[in-house]
């Protein structure tokens, strides 16, 4: 939410990259290195992986059933879909004036900007058919407790009684319900309808923007890597002026122990001939990704396909939460260092004003009613953004 | 794994001292992969890859000092400026909560040539040390506190990039060893661009904003600040720190600070995750729970008890009282 403050800052430097910016790059580089082949190898003899990389392209993580059999768009339904895309996405779009749902959607365009559509129909490239395998029945206990306590926070307000998709699973009922005062079910990680304290807000609310893996969102993200013979630095630009790094261990030495849990998890990286393979866990049970908390465990291969791409894929395994580990693969891009120069400041925190004005915009709903100035505080609902404001077709 | 890596480290040493050219032995492992050892230089300087941090009170104050009882104080039952006792923030740590003393890490006369204002103002913050010091905000520590905090940082270096990667607050900076031009906007950790002198890291840093501090004692400087660092690498383990510092608003000349930093040398080290704005949450948004959560401690010396106000200038608080 107060991301989208620093995140004007950060992204006009960030966003405008591509073709002209990349060219200026390469330019700069082949000063240094004039041979094409040793720019993709370290002057230490190490493949190189450096620079600034990001998905040029949008691709969905999941394929849409509406193309379960094409792994990849035709050139025609590429087209086609950018341009119901940016005819459609988020472009003022307005619900009725005077709802909750349209102050909550004042964000357009202008701060989530969209890329054109990608080749692939899927990141997932396993199981063959592009989705997340099916989760464990244990799993599907926990996100089902998750929802109904979401749901509970949202039954007295309008979203439910107008039955917003936002409520789907719910039902509305002007009483409140007693679950309002109820801590979540678990540690909460996204958004509800309550905001009684700081750790009632969603991570990135809080500048604690998830994790890995990392596909980029809405938003976008940079990584930037830095190598040095025996060791790799790389720090990621997410979520609208947030920011984590990651300092690979190359020494072949063991994970942290297990009693030592980190927000980014633990990374060991080996080379596997010109294939950077990194195997991360000791994920901390406040992380969320689909489900998969501590037990989250991936192995990453990170591979220079050429001057100005990079190939990502990731495996990732939580036996707790699905089926069997599945695997997405992305894109990067090499970005110009010249137009990403406010690179490495994280500043979320210092500006956050949406998150304590969630919780002082709380506070006077509740001071409001007890005066007798207004609705009660359970019939707001402070947490639906975008829900069923628009479809993206690539979903 | 001790007596590996003293081997390694003797490596380097001596690879330093004969050709400085690349590698050697090495930290050897079970994966049957190559070898992994860090090279005295990269690129034909000196590497100071690896983790560092100072060991010195510099974050409390740059300038010398004797020890005090806490960093927030009140006056004794004596009137005496040295005789003053820890204030009711820091009271239970007892002397967990004292002030290390310090020769100060100022350079030649060991004063900051400040401007009187700009005095008035340092003194005004060291006053209100709780209330507006960044790093208990967990803001971003800019440079130079963020090399002296007491926190290790890692540097990776390659040869057009060199990367710090600071453990507080997920901070970083990339020294540009190649052109690339200031950001469009100021910053908290300011914009670094580097050259070699001989073996000497030269790195002129700027673009800053005027709100981080140098350290707890509520030393500051304005958005015209630039500083010249020198990293020397005085031995594989030790790097010589020495930054000047230039802020025609606030200072009536440029003045320096230098100070060793040291090699986190234990095996098993890594940079770990310090992601302190979860931890600063209850300090700074605590006011605006439903219910007050941290009221009262008791122990078995004393009780504390925390009544939370809003605070002075809290922009939401002005903007919903409207």
């Known amino acids: ?395 | 794994m001790r007596d590996r890596f003293a081997i390694s480290m003797l490596t380097v040493a001596i690879a330093a001292a004969s050709v400085g050219a690349v590698i050697s032995a090495s930290i050897t492992h079970t994966s049957g992969q190559a070898p992994i050892t860090r090279p005295a230089t990269v690129g034909g300087k000196p590497n100071f890859t690896g983790i560092w941090q100072a060991n010195n009170e510099a974050n409390w104050d740059l300038q010398a000092h004797a020890a005090r009882p806490a960093a927030v104080t009140q006056e004794g039952a004596y009137p005496y400026e040295y005789a003053r006792v820890p204030a009711a923030p820091v009271l239970a740590l007892g002397a967990a909560g004292a002030v290390p003393g310090s020769l100060g890490v100022v350079q030649g006369d060991g004063e900051i040539p400040y401007k009187p204002e700009a005095l008035a103002k340092k003194k005004e913050n060291a006053d209100h040390w709780i209330d507006r010091d960044p790093e208990l905000k967990c803001y971003l520590p800019g440079i130079p506190r963020a090399m002296y905090m007491p926190h290790p940082f890692q540097i990776t270096q390659s040869t057009n990039k060199i990367h710090f990667a600071y453990s507080f607050s997920n901070s970083a900076r990339t020294i540009h060893m190649d052109k690339v031009e200031g950001p469009p906007d100021d910053t908290w950790m300011g914009h670094s661009v580097g050259r070699w002198e001989g073996d000497m890291l030269v790195v002129d840093v700027t673009h800053f904003n005027d709100r981080a501090w140098f350290d707890r004692a509520g030393n500051h400087h304005s958005d015209a600040l630039k500083l010249v660092e020198r990293f020397t690498l005085k031995s594989p383990d030790v790097i010589w720190y020495d930054v000047t510092i230039e802020d025609p608003n606030v200072f009536t000349r440029p003045w320096r600070i230098a100070m060793p930093l040291y090699r986190r040398a234990e095996p098993n080290m890594q940079l770990l995750e310090f992601r302190c704005n979860e931890f600063a949450e209850e300090f700074m948004y605590g006011h605006l729970r439903k219910q007050p959560l941290v009221k009262r401690w008791e122990g078995e010396t004393m009780t504390i008890d925390v009544t939370r106000k809003i605070p002075p200038g809290d922009a939401f608080y002005q903007w919903y009282s409207r």
């Not at chain 1, 930037?224 to 630095?233: D, K, L, N, S």
């Open chain 1, 1 to 395: 939410m107060r991301g989208r403050f620093s995140f004007s800052i950060t992204m006009p430097a960030i966003a405008l990259v591509v073709g002209a910016a990349s060219a200026v790059f390469i330019t700069g580089l082949s000063a240094q290195a004039p041979a094409l082949k040793t720019s993709l190898t370290t002057s230490w003899g190490e493949p190189d992986l450096q620079g600034i990389w990001t998905d040029e392209s949008d691709t969905p993580l999941q394929r849409s059933p509406k193309f379960a059999n094409q792994e990849t768009f035709t050139d025609a339904q590429r087209a086609e879909l950018d341009r119901e895309r940016s005819a459609l996405m988020r472009r003022d779009k307005r619900v009725e004036r005077g709802t909750e749902l349209d102050v909550a959607g004042a964000y357009n365009a202008v701060f989530t900007s969209q890329k054109r559509t990608g080749a692939r129909t899927s990141l997932i490239i396993d199981p063959p058919n592009g989705r997340v395998p099916p989760m464990t029945p244990e799993a599907q206990k926990l996100a089902a407790a998750d929802r109904d306590y979401r749901l509970a926070l949202l039954q007295s307000t309008d979203t439910c009684k107008n039955k917003s998709v936002a409520c789907a699973g719910g039902k509305y009922d002007s009483t409140p319900s007693p679950r309002r005062s109820e801590p979540p079910p678990r540690y909460n990680t996204v958004r509800i309808n309550r905001h009684d304290g700081p750790e009632d807000g969603a991570l990135p609310d809080r500048c604690l923007t998830l994790g890995l893996p990392e596909f980029g969102a809405a938003t976008g993200s940079f990584r930037r890597i830095v190598q040095t013979p025996g060791g790799i630095a790389i720090f990621y630009d997410v979520g609208q002026g947030q920011g984590w790094q990651r300092n690979i261990i190359m020494d072949g030495r063991p994970h942290l122990p297990a009693s030592v849990r980190q927000w980014y998890g633990d990374s060991r990286g080996r080379w596997e001939g010109d294939t950077l393979v990194i195997d991360v866990t000791n994920f901390s049970p406040k992380t969320d990704y689909q489900g998969a908390r501590e037990n989250l465990h991936l192995v990453e291969r990170w591979r220079r396909t050429g001057p100005d791409s990079l190939e990502y894929t990731v495996t990732i395994e939580d036996p707790t939460v699905w089926t069997r580990p599945w695997t997405a693969k992305q894109d990067f891009t090499r970005q110009s260092d010249q137009d990403n120069r406010l690179y490495n400041e994280p500043r979320c925190i210092e500006g956050n004003y949406g998150h304590p004005g969630l919780l002082r915009g709380a506070r006077m709903e509740e001071l409001a009613f007890a005066e007798g100035r207004g609705p009660h505080p359970a019939t707001k609902d402070n947490a639906t953004d975008f829900v069923g404001v628009e479809d993206d077709p690539l979903q």
